[in-house]
T-cell receptor
């Protein structure tokens, strides 16, 4: 099973809202990732967690706050977002480094 | 440093025709190479990967890719296009010292004409 699940599928939020995106995998993978993808562009890496520790933060604004409560779960907390943050947010996981990354279906975020 | 270039942001083929999507990479060490497909409003699905074993890699849905070190290429092919192959295709590279960093090419939109 190579499934990564993400909830919600769609999210609409105002600029003053606080919301969270959730990602889950049960493949025993030890690395988990958040990507942001704008229309007609490749995914851009935001954060990497390796063994539940944040290992890479690609200079992402503090209005995005990742959290890895355990080895199967990855959250992305959102606060005070801007309309330009509207995008498809993808979660991925991999067994190790380097290794194949398996992607979830994404959360389509719209910021009004 | 690693980078990926996909030649042709749009490729159009007729149904039943050969599909050829081009990918060139640069890497300072032996690379790991991947092709992903993305259907509209979906995540990325792994098509195939090269990890220093056989240079000709077979993937899902009839796709294959050949690793050519001398040309630093990893082109994706399929002998006969199907309407369901219409999607966005991404080539990506990583390497042993990349710290989980996957570098993507700009993507190629494949259109299949009936």
């Amino acid at each position: 099973d190579t499934e990564v699940t993400q909830t919600p599928k769609h999210l609409v939020m105002g600029m003053t809202n606080k919301k969270s995106l959730k990602c889950e995998q049960h493949m025993g993978h030890r690395a988990m990732y958040w990507y942001k993808q704008k229309a007609k562009k490749p995914p851009e890496l935001m954060f990497v967690y390796s063994y539940e520790k944040l290992s890479i933060n690609e200079s992402v604004p503090s209005r995005f706050s990742p959290e890895c409560p355990n080895s199967s779960l990855l959250n992305l907390h959102l606060h005070a977002l801007q309309p330009e943050d509207s995008a498809l947010y993808l979660c991925a996981s991999s067994q190790a480094d380097p290794d194949t990354q398996y992607f979830g279906p994404g959360t389509r975020l719209t910021v009004l | 440093a690693q980078s990926v270039t996909q030649l042709g942001s749009h490729v159009s083929v007729s149904e039943g025709a050969l599909v050829l999507l081009r990918c060139n990479y640069s890497s300072s060490v032996p690379p790991y190479l991947f092709w992903y497909v993305q259907y509209p409003n979906q995540g990325l699905q792994l098509l195939l990967k090269y990890t220093s074993a056989a240079t000709l890699v077979k993937g899902i849905n009839g796709f294959e890719a050949e690793f050519k070190k001398s040309e630093t290429s990893f082109h994706l092919t399929k002998p006969s296009a199907h309407m369901s192959d219409a999607a966005e295709y991404f080539c990506a590279v990583t390497q042993n010292n990349a710290g989980n960093m996957l570098t993507f090419g700009g993507g190629t939109r494949l259109m299949v004409k009936p």
